[in-house]
């Protein structure tokens, strides 16, 4: 598991808002119905939703396995298929020739090959498993804190899409303008000041 | 509260400027940097520093690394109206030691190696095992957020160009001299 890893990368957020219902069960009722959905065998190129820490194949957020003291933990898990496009363009031109040997014609109009195409794709995502990837979150529910471990762009984009949804709690991604906002200590004076801040040049030539 | 994507583009130079303080600070007065609180006894610049200068129409990127990597190149830089973008961070206390990277533009940190915890051997040893690593996950972000918040307090303050400017600015002639 990530959180156990000798290396990990930190993204903070700050969560906003709270839930008003009881905690834990609108917790788990949340997470099991947006759990990662398996789309072996699936037509589908790309899943995405909650797993648990310690059996990510099969998420089970029953009993208390997620909670450590005031944190819970559990994983984002993405699953996704990519298929080489040299591949495509062999079934491609393949399900071309059969169609044009068939119907005994010389060529395919434009949006005929696009269905195919279609078809294709959907063909080789049925019969091509799924790359899956968990990236686990620490949130501390307490101090309204998650610590995403990654810092992908694309992950931490589905993890505040999936996290809102989810929750219907917004997260705020920490980065110097909104480090200094929320949890820089700033008066409000100071939030001002630093709205109108402009770039220091910082060597001003030599000193004696 | 501005637009969270509009401010990430433009307040990304005072990340640059914050880790630009930050070797400033550790190489001037290191004991500011550490929460009494956090119980911590040293920092100081690990084995990567990357610079990147967007002055005069530049598009230049200076990337210092290796164990024991001098620092001279860095400075250079500096001078030339360079900024740091990324930062190796040590930090010890006693036998423990944190190191990372630390992201200007985005405040992420990476590659974060904590001191070891004990082995799990049994599904029992997990809980202990997590409760022990976020406590020390919680040392090097802790660090990173009182850092943070020592650099901006100053950055607003009327001393910023007055004073720590200027004084960040002989600390780079002095460093190009020695």
């Known amino acids: ?105 010389e060529s395919l109009h434009r949006n005929e090959k696009s269905e195919i195409k279609d078809e294709v794709i959907r063909r080789l995502y049925m019969r091509m498993p799924a790359t899956p990837n968990m990236y686990d979150l620490i949130w501390n529910y307490e101090e309204k804190l998650l610590w995403f471990l990654c810092s992908q762009k694309a992950a931490n984009e589905e993890l505040e899409t999936l996290f809102t949804k989810t929750f219907k709690l917004s997260l705020i991604r920490m980065f110097p303008y909104t480090a200094a906002q929320l949890t820089g200590g700033l008066t409000d004076l100071e939030k001002d000041n630093m709205e109108k801040l402009s770039p220091s040049t910082f060597y001003r030539g030599q000193h004696a | 509260m501005l637009d969270v994507s509009v401010a990430y583009n433009r307040y990304k130079f ?100 904590s001191p070891e915890t004990g082995r799990v051997e049994k599904a029992e040893d997990v809980e202990g095992a997590v409760l022990e690593k976020i406590y020390l996950y919680e040392k090097a972000i802790d660090l990173t957020n009182f850092v943070y918040q020592q650099f901006i307090k100053s950055r607003v303050s009327p001393e910023w ?15 190009a001299k020695s």
Request: aromatic share 8%; no cysteine.
């Open chain 1, 1 to 105: 598991m990530g959180v156990l890893s000798s290396s990990v990368s930190i993204t903070q957020y700050r969560v906003e808002g709270t839930i008003e219902d009881s905690f834990l069960e609108t917790v788990v009722d949340s997470l099991t119905n947006n759990a990662i959905r398996e789309i072996d065998n699936e037509p589908e190129d790309k899943s995405v939703g909650w797993t648990s820490l310690e059996s990510p194949f099969k998420p089970d957020f029953s009993g208390s396995s997620y909670i450590f003291g005031t944190h819970l933990i559990f994983s984002l898990r993405i699953d996704k298929k990519s298929i080489p496009t040299k591949i495509v363009n062999k079934h491609l031109k393949m399900a071309i020739d059969k169609r044009l040997e068939q119907s005994e014609r």
């Open chain 2, 14 to 113: 005072l990340g640059h400027e914050f880790l630009t303080w930050l070797w400033y600070m550790i190489e001037t007065d290191t004991q500011k940097l550490l929460d009494p609180k956090a119980e911590l006894a040293d920092i100081y610049i690990g084995n990567r520093i990357v610079l990147e200068n967007n002055s005069h129409n530049r598009d230049e990127v200076i990337t210092i690394k290796g164990d024991g990597a001098g620092l001279e190149e860095g400075v250079i830089a500096l001078q030339k109206g360079a900024k740091v973008t990324e930062i190796n961070l040590v930090v010890k206390a006693g036998e423990n030691e944190w190191r990372f990277n630390l992201k200007g533009e985005s405040l992420n940190i990476g590659g974060l190696k």
């Open chain 2, 161 to 175: 160009e007055q004073v720590v400017v200027k004084n960040i600015s002989k600390w780079i002639s002095q460093a």
